[in-house]
T-cell receptor, first 109, second 120 residues
Framework: KNEVEQSPQNLTAQEGEFITINCSYS?????LHWLQQHPGGGIVSLFM???GKKKHGRLIATINIQEKHSSLHITASHPRDSAVYIC???????????FGTGTRLTIIP | GAVVSQHPSWVICKSGTSVKIECRSL??????MFWYRQFPKQSLMLMAT?????????EQGVEKDKFLINHASLTLSTLTVTSAHPEDSSFYIC????????????????FGAGTRLSVL
């Protein structure tokens, strides 16, 4: 069974700061997902990656397969980025997601 | 994009009643749909995987007779919480997957907005 761990659990930062959230997993995966969950509960899929790096607007996701580690970066953070960020791993052979415990991000104006 | 609609977003019911939650993929055909449950300040937990036209596969510890899943078409799956009790109060989220596409994009899950169930 894959174990997915995230750090930090909680992160508070000032508007404009560069944010990094880390995710590590224990077993080789077919893909790593980054999800965003807003206070109302709805979930948005931000990235799905299996190698290298992806960028969308101010968000950047990287993955190091050898080290079994992924990071989510937010540049020029804004209060609207405040949410819970969840990484999830897909194992080979099925589509099931194993979720990390999430990182609660609060950006202060 | 790919949109998944979940309804209702919020429901309050009396203990002993049944509640049905719908999950629809609006602009794509979902080969697989997933149902998750999330308790406050906890991560999502997979309850069951649903494929159109076949019986759902339930995760260990999830009662299939209590949480009835019907995947009637490639765009609709329903979760019925039967004889709901206060301990069933939770946030239920569905997701839908397109499976593998021609471009090789796979395993992307598109999430519904969730249903908050409160059983009195």
């Amino acid at each position: 069974k894959n174990e997915v761990e995230q750090s930090p659990q909680n992160l508070t930062a000032q508007e404009g700061e560069f944010i990094t959230i880390n995710c590590s997993y224990s077993v080789g995966i077919s893909a790593l997902h980054w999800l965003q969950q807003h206070p109302g509960g709805g979930i948005v899929s931000l990235f799905m990656l299996s190698s290298g790096k992806k960028k969308h607007g101010r968000l950047i996701a990287t993955i190091n397969i050898q080290e079994k580690h992924s990071s989510l970066h937010i540049t020029a953070s804004h209060p609207r980025d405040s949410a819970v960020y969840i990484c999830a791993a897909t194992n080979f052979g099925n589509e099931k997601l194993t979720f990390g415990t999430g990182t609660r991000l609060t950006i202060i104006p | 994009g790919a949109v998944v609609s979940q309804h209702p977003s919020w429901v309050i019911c009396k203990s002993g009643t049944s509640v049905k939650i719908e999950c629809r993929s609006l602009d794509f055909q979902a080969t697989t749909m997933f149902w998750y449950r999330q308790f406050p300040k906890q991560s999502l937990m997979l309850m069951a995987t649903s494929n159109e036209g076949s019986k759902a596969t339930y995760e260990q510890g999830v009662e299939k007779d209590k949480f009835l899943i019907n995947h009637a078409s490639l765009t609709l799956s329903t979760l019925t919480v039967t004889s709901a009790h206060p301990e069933d109060s939770s946030f239920y989220i569905c997701s839908a997957s397109k499976g593998v596409t021609g471009t090789g994009a796979k395993n992307i899950q598109y999430f519904g907005a969730g249903t908050r169930l409160s059983v009195l």
